[in-house]
């Protein structure tokens, strides 16, 4: 496996020039997020997973996590990382100070968080689990929840997880029935099994926080009768401490096809008189406070998509840069060459990186926008700039952990029968990624969402600000007459592309509600690839005025340029292709479906 080398020029251009940090650092608590503070966070965060977390991943997927006794092991040097990652302070990079975090942007965070995925996405999974549970807990939390449990998650002292769903459930929330009664007390005793359970249990930090959906006795039924608990694997005793051992039993670790560091844990609560459990919030709004923890996850494991598909290309990069064979196209004689001198190879690789640039892009700038809905001091602004995280979390989701999930396989193509083989690592990244597109929600699920919840229930209204902002970005960028231009008018082309295809989702619904979600999916990798198109114009744009001041390294500039050609050239015409299947394959399936099943 080669090594990992931290996409630091790529990702300062990134926050500058695309995702707009100047527009941040002046959201109030940002003022102190200055340039030469964002690029030590970059270099010191890229240390840590180049010298820390990176040698640590084959070491994951070979030995894995083991349930020995009753007790969950991690890999060797787990807990050597995990401390080292503690003490550095990265658990906590968006959250408030006065709980232990560094209160930087959320756009900042998540170009560190690509980082941690591509260097081991197994030992990272934790931090995810464990920044949506200190979310929520900050958001809907009481007083002495946040008391409680906030400081301890957020430095990394305690670890959470979200217990979603169970064996018998799925993705079908309503059916859930681990159930939690009240005691006089005040807290709930809760019973039940949850499954999937992402380092449910572990050895590496001293208590774990469950955050568990369950009914209570009289509740109603479905997903109205769903409340949120707090389990914590020890009960913190007088003065916040770890206490007694709660009714919370690791029964078994899931056998996987990737990610095998990170243990994936059915639990199990209440096996005797129940678990102690504190209600979040209020009864039967828990599915509701769950989409809290649900969004930023989705979003991170948008993240995780292309991470670990930049690895894999790194990877495959390294590969074809020593692998000799063949001669050049041309050359029937003379030396053999290495395989990146091969057409095809050139075209696997280009591909690769052009469409990890837009998804690294769109990653972050939806981060950005998150971090405007929250602090922007005009209401205006601030909900202008949710609707467009509305719009763009299912799509950041979905298109990215699928188009990660292509990205891993051709790198392993590059490689050729050697990819195949365990040894190269190639065959990792390849089994690593294949989770990401059904981590909190699969693919489908964020499709429905983008269709009936973002496109249907308000007519387009959505949708369609979004798109106007897109077109907008890119006749200011048309306008130029650079070399951004051309770049620009063909995303012109594909938005409007998008925009036929809206409208006929919009008709299609009236005529028979199956035929827009029959087409969702493909709807969303059109949106998809379509947005990845805009960032990628806009990274041109910005290229092209650097180039003309100036300013910048100019090989930097030239080759964002070119993967932006790359990308309008070679990635962009799909989006005809996703709207031949949107307007003809959806009503093919609806029809078939009708005889076939």
Not at 537 to 550: F, I, P, S, V
Request: aromatic content about 6%.
């Amino acid at each position: 496996m080669s090594a990992y080398t931290p996409p630091i020029d790529d990702l300062r251009f990134v926050l500058e020039e695309l995702a707009d940090l100047d527009s941040i650092r002046v959201l109030p608590g940002y003022e102190e997020v200055q340039s030469d503070l964002v690029d030590a966070i970059l270099s010191e965060a890229g240390k840590v997973a180049v010298q820390v977390l990176a040698p640590l991943n084959r070491v994951g997927d070979e030995v894995g996590a083991r349930l020995e006794a009753g007790l969950v092991v991690t890999p060797p040097g787990w807990q050597e990382a995990f401390q080292t990652f503690v003490a550095g302070g990265w658990s906590g990079l968006m959250f408030d100070p006065k709980f232990g975090g560094q209160g930087l942007p959320r756009v900042v965070s998540t170009a560190v968080q690509e980082m941690w995925e591509s260097s081991n996405m197994s030992f990272a999974l934790w931090l995810l689990l464990t920044q949506a549970a200190a979310e929520a807990i900050s958001i809907i939390g009481t007083a002495e929840q946040k008391s409680v449990y906030l400081s301890k998650l957020v430095r990394g002292e305690w670890t959470g997880t979200m217990n979603l769903t169970e064996p018998q459930a799925g993705s079908d929330l309503s059916a859930i029935s681990a159930i939690a009664v009240p005691e006089e007390s005040g807290h709930y005793l809760l019973s039940g099994q949850k499954m999937f359970i992402t380092y449910g249990d572990h050895d590496l930090a001293e208590n774990i926080i469950h955050l568990v959906l369950a009914r209570t006795p009289d509740a109603p039924d479905g997903v109205k009768g769903i409340s949120l608990f707090i389990v914590p694997k020890f009960i913190p005793d007088s003065v916040g401490e770890p206490g007694l051992r709660n009714e919370v039993r690791c029964v078994s670790l899931e056998h996987k096809l990737g990610i095998h560091g990170s243990p994936t844990a059915l639990m199990s609560y209440g096996e005797d008189r129940g678990a102690v459990a504190y209600l979040v919030g209020e009864v039967n709004r828990g599915l509701e406070y769950m989409f809290i923890m649900m969004n930023a996850a989705r979003h991170a494991v948008g993240v995780e998509g292309y991470g670990i598909a930049d690895r894999a290309y790194q990877q495959a990069l390294a590969y074809s840069q020593e692998r000799i064979q063949g001669r050049s196209v041309g050359q029937r004689d003379g030396a053999r060459v290495a395989i990146i001198n091969h057409p095809d190879i050139q075209r696997m690789l280009l591909e690769m990186r052009c469409q990890i640039e837009a998804m690294r892009a769109l990653g972050c700038c939806t981060a950005a926008a998150m971090d405007r809905a929250e602090r922007h001091p005009e209401a205006q602004v601030r909900q202008q700039q949710q609707r467009r995280v509305d719009v763009l979390i299912p799509i950041v989701k979905g298109w990215s952990t699928e188009v990660g999930n292509q990205i891993t396989s051709q790198a392993l193509q590059v490689h050729g029968g050697m990819g195949f083989m365990e040894e190269t690592g190639a065959a990792q990244h390849y089994r690593d990624a294949r989770i990401t597109t059904i981590y909190e929600g699969t693919t489908g699920i964020q499709a429905s969402d983008l269709v009936g919840r973002k496109l249907l229930r308000d007519g387009g209204e959505m949708v369609r600000e979004v798109i106007a902002d897109i077109r907008e970005d890119l006749l200011s960028i048309r306008n130029t007459r650079n070399e951004a231009s051309d770049v620009a008018g063909h995303v012109e082309e594909a938005l409007s592309d998008l925009e036929d295809s809206t409208t006929w989702m919009l008709e299609s619904a009236g005529r028979d509600q199956r035929i827009p979600f029959a087409a969702s999916f493909d709807y969303l990798m059109m949106f998809g690839t379509v947005v990845g198109g805009w960032q990628m114009a806009c990274a041109a744009g910005a290229a092209a005025q650097r180039l003309d001041g100036g300013r910048g390294d100019a090989r930097f500039n030239r080759e964002k340029l070119a993967t932006a050609r790359c990308y309008v050239h070679q990635i962009l015409p799909r989006v005809r292709g996703f709207s031949v299947q949107i307007r003809c394959g959806a009503e093919a399936v609806v029809a078939a479906g009708d005889i076939v099943f």
